[in-house]
């Protein structure tokens, strides 16, 4: 085949895009409301993206060497009876060139190309082929090799032109993706009437109280993801801005704890989330009893929604990688909501807050559940999307904070 000179890259890769986005639009609702938003978008944006070609040539190597009769009949050096047909023998070489990418990208046209004729190839799943014919009697290996490397810069030149053209399809074809996604679901949410406020109702203090401390000197999935086969039923979830001040009250713990390093020295778990409690509980309050997070067991910290864990804290101390993993699987253990969010709230005592950090995002990423990074700052709060595979649908968002516990000198 001759490479790039069927269609243009344009109008290849807006098909692309358009066959995915009517994919979208024909998901069931109740599938759509019930999977994960996260592994959706994976899924899809895997769909669109385009692996562009890369061609390994360090990695060329001759295929075949095959004895042929060259038709010399217009060959100048030659003297030939017009008119006749004159063969003589000769060398066909097959060079095969190893590359990396999609192989439908040969057939495109990119945007910017050379109008220089190209050689003609045999395309494979994961190689090129292109021959190379010459007359054993006058052939000349500088000749020989100077035409083959021709040829592949020719090839390369335009793979990096149709790599640029990939590149800005990878780029905006996940907003694409995105937008379908957002769509097909609000329109789901409205068919089954969904639109009802699903936020929980939490009542801020006009005033928050105040409370004093002594002042010392602080990773293309391959499948389309699975959903539970229950029926989609509403649920309540904890509202995006409500979440984040819950962390930012507890984030303004750390100054609590700087301040007082002395009383926090000899806490144990328990008395520090106390703590926690008292600041949260200073901003709202319940609707019965006047305590919107409530202690349950020795170390969390929740939400509850029709005897239902909504948000939870969980506290811990720092004790190294497995503990912190048990953390995680208590945690998750305690969630049944679609759509939760929670906290990790680890106290450390070593002198490594950095390295501490590092280890809690790479034993956060190397969990099964695992499925996005939202956010990771070795300095601030890092927030992650799980998804258990006992409950495939319900995204769960762990935000994890470290807290430097002072140490008695």
């Known amino acids: 085949m001759y490479p790039f000179s069927n269609i243009d890259t344009f109008t290849v890769f807006q098909n692309v895009v358009e066959k995915v986005v009517q994919e979208i639009k024909n998901l069931n609702n109740e599938y759509i409301l019930k999977a994960s938003q996260t592994e ?88 090129i082929v292109l021959s190379i014919s010459f007359t054993d009697d ?23 032109n149709l790599r640029s053209d990939v590149e800005n399809h990878n780029r905006g074809a996940p907003d694409r993706v995105k937008e379908a996604l957002q769509l097909k679901r609000h329109q ?23 409370f004093t401390v ?22 309540p979830t904890l509202d995006e801005a409500e979440y984040q001040h819950i962390l930012e009250v507890m984030r303004g713990m750390s100054l609590v704890i700087e301040r007082s390093p002395s009383s926090f020295s000899t806490l144990d778990e328990e008395a520090i989330r106390t703590h926690f409690l008292l600041q949260l509980n200073g901003h709202y309050e319940g609707n019965a009893s006047g305590e919107t ?3 349950s067991g020795k170390t969390d910290i929740l939400i509850r929604v029709e005897n239902r864990n909504i948000f939870i804290a969980e506290c811990k101390f720092w004790c190294g990688a497995k503990a912190f993993n048990n953390a995680v699987n208590q945690l998750l253990g305690y969630l049944s909501w679609r759509d939760t969010k929670c906290a990790l709230l680890i106290f450390n005592r070593t002198k490594d807050s950095s390295g501490v950090k590092q280890k809690m995002h790479d034993a956060m990423e190397g969990r099964s559940e695992y499925r996005k990074t939202v956010l990771y700052d070795p300095h601030k709060d890092s927030r ?4 258990k595979e006992s409950d495939p649908g319900r995204e769960i968002i762990i935000t994890t904070q470290l807290y430097d516990i002072p140490t008695l000198s």
């Not at 060079?95 to 990418?101: K, M, R, S, T």
């Not at 020989?144 to 592949?152: A, E, M, P, V």
């Not at 992650?384 to 998804?387: G, M, P």
């Open 40 to 127: 959706l978008e994976d899924f899809y944006i895997d769909k669109v993206s385009i692996e562009p070609i890369s061609l390994l040539i360090d990695e060329l190597y001759i295929e075949e060497q095959t004895s042929v009769q060259i038709d010399v009949s217009n060959d100048s050096r030659r003297f030939i009876i017009p008119g006749r047909t004159a063969l003589v023998p000769g060398t066909r070489l097959d060079v095969a060139v190893p590359y990396e990418g999609d192989p439908e990208l040969w057939k495109i046209k990119p945007s910017c190309y050379t109008l220089s004729s190209y050689p003609e190839i045999l395309v494979r799943k994961n190689e």
């Open 138 to 160: 006058l052939v000349n290996s500088l000749d020989l090799k100077s035409k083959i490397n021709r040829d592949i810069e020719l090839l390369a030149n335009t793979i990096q």
């Open 188 to 210: 789901a949410e409205t068919a089954v009437g969904a639109v009802a406020a699903l936020e929980i109702p939490i009542k801020r203090r006009n005033k928050p109280l105040t």
């Open 214 to 235: 002594p002042t010392s000197r602080r990773k293309s999935p391959k499948s389309r993801p699975k959903v539970n086969t229950e029926v989609y039923k509403l649920e």
């Open 293 to 295: 997070f409530n202690a």
């Open 384 to 387: 992650y999307i799980f998804v």
